[in-house]
């Protein structure tokens, strides 16, 4: 798989800011077929920074209503990066 197709976006929230600048963490949501090597070779190459270890979580899909029924909401699998302590990635 090529780097851009395993990493969809990076995520941006309060808690993966606080990570990113106290731990050193950051937080991708990823395709569902990547496995951990993969996720960790694309963020080295698209971010060129040194990866220590990748954490990854099956998020499901989130029961959805309105007016005309039900449906779920998506599943995405989520990704947590902890990085060498003298690289940085700049999100913002």
């Given at each position: 798989?090529?780097?851009?197709?395993?990493?969809?976006?990076?995520?941006?929230?309060?808690?993966?800011?606080?990570?990113?600048s106290?731990f050193?963490?950051?937080?991708?949501e990823?395709?569902?077929?990547?496995?951990?090597?993969q996720?960790?070779?694309?963020?080295?190459?698209?971010?060129?920074?040194?990866?220590?270890?990748?954490?990854?979580?099956?998020?499901?899909?989130?029961?959805?209503?309105?007016?005309?029924?039900?449906?779920?909401?998506?599943?995405?699998?989520?990704a947590?990066?902890?990085?060498?302590p003298?690289?940085?990635?700049?999100?913002l």
């Amino acid at each position: 798989m090529e780097p851009t197709t395993v990493i969809r976006k990076p995520l941006i929230t309060e808690k993966s800011t606080f990570e990113s600048s106290v731990f050193n963490r950051y937080a991708f949501e990823v395709d569902r077929r990547a496995t951990k090597p993969q996720i960790k070779s694309a963020v080295e190459e698209l971010y060129k920074v040194r990866v220590l270890s990748v954490a990854t979580q099956n998020r499901k899909g989130q029961m959805r209503r309105n007016k005309f029924g039900h449906w779920r909401s998506n599943a995405l699998k989520r990704a947590v990066v902890k990085v060498h302590p003298d690289d940085r990635i700049e999100l913002l």
